[in-house]
């Protein structure tokens, strides 16, 4: 059993809030790390609800909620959450900026403790290689929204990663409440070179006036046996995640049917990225 008892999550959006909750809840101590105070202020906000909502329809009790959301700590600073045990980086999906961070994480935290990556489609091994001899603690625990709910971690080891970090990525994960499945380090990983398709082909159908949104992903729901369509599971996931995670797909594998459609990049430009500004696909009333 994983030995953890509190873990640094670097980047406070919708996945880095949602993995620190889930640390929390599974009574490990979190930091909550981001530049930026507003969206630490916006994790703040999304936990206290979340809690909320926990206690409300009585899946736990005010005083566990009370408990869990004592265990986040929100800092700015990577520095002040030096004793983690554990450190999972969630931030943009962009490269450089991962490698930025990777090398702060370096000169942040202890030998033992394992340099985890929350990318949904970004080379482990392309990371990895920016830390040079620390590649073998560098791995990929690509997590799924909503975090606290979906029970996926996709495990990914690069070519450097050690069998030792992968063991205990996958003690971690379980942990958590988690179901670690193993994936080897290609573009995309398996979900996302398999959904990201899909979702890119629904706004093909939308552009090309084959069915109206909803028509589309009610036609998936009921015809494949979809929770939810993929062009509301775009607006969930957020539209400009979609984007990058497509053009990460089309410059590694480089076949055109990766590269994102016109409308979905329409959408994007224009600022429409799905639930968390309230207006993608569809229109979002909080």
């Known amino acids: 059993m994983s030995d953890v008892k509190s873990i640094a999550v670097i980047g406070s959006g919708t996945m880095g809030s949602g993995i620190a909750l889930t640390a929390a809840m599974s009574g490990i101590r979190a930091w909550q790390i981001d530049i930026s105070p507003e969206q630490l202020e916006k994790a703040k906000v999304y936990h206290g609800r979340t809690l909320a ?31 983690a045990d554990w450190v999972i980086e969630a931030a943009l999906e962009n490269l450089e900026l991962k490698k930025q961070l990777f090398w702060k994480m370096l000169e942040v935290f202890r030998e033992d403790v394992v340099l985890a990556t929350n990318t949904s489609s970004i080379s482990i091994t392309a990371i990895a290689a920016e830390v040079e001899d620390q590649a073998p603690r560098v791995v990929g ?8 709910v979906m029970k996926l971690v996709e495990v990914i080891r690069g070519l450097a990663t050690s069998e030792e ?43 090309e006036g084959v069915a109206e949104p ?45 590269f994102p459609c016109p409308l979905l990049r329409q959408l994007v430009q224009a600022g429409r990225l799905g639930d968390k500004t309230g207006r993608g696909v569809y229109e979002h009333i909080s």
């Open 165 to 207: 970090t992968v063991r205990r990525t996958t003690e971690l994960a379980v942990r958590l409440g988690k179901t670690p499945v193993p994936a080897n380090d290609r573009a995309g990983f398996v979900a996302n070179r398999v959904l990201m398709p899909m979702i890119n082909e629904a706004f093909y159908a939308w552009m």
């Open 214 to 258: 909803e028509h589309i992903d009610e036609i998936m729901k009921l015809g494949m046996a979809h929770p939810m369509g993929p062009l509301r599971l775009a607006d969930l996931i957020g539209l400009d995640i979609c984007h990058d995670i497509l053009m990460v797909l089309h410059a590694e594998l480089g076949h055109e049917k990766y």
């Open 53 to 83: 909502r926990s206690v409300e329809k009585q899946r736990m009790t005010q005083a566990q909620a009370d408990e869990t959301a004592g265990r986040i700590v929100y800092v700015q600073d990577m520095a002040e959450a030096a004793e």
């Open 141 to 148: 625990m690509h997590f799924f929204n909503p975090v606290p």
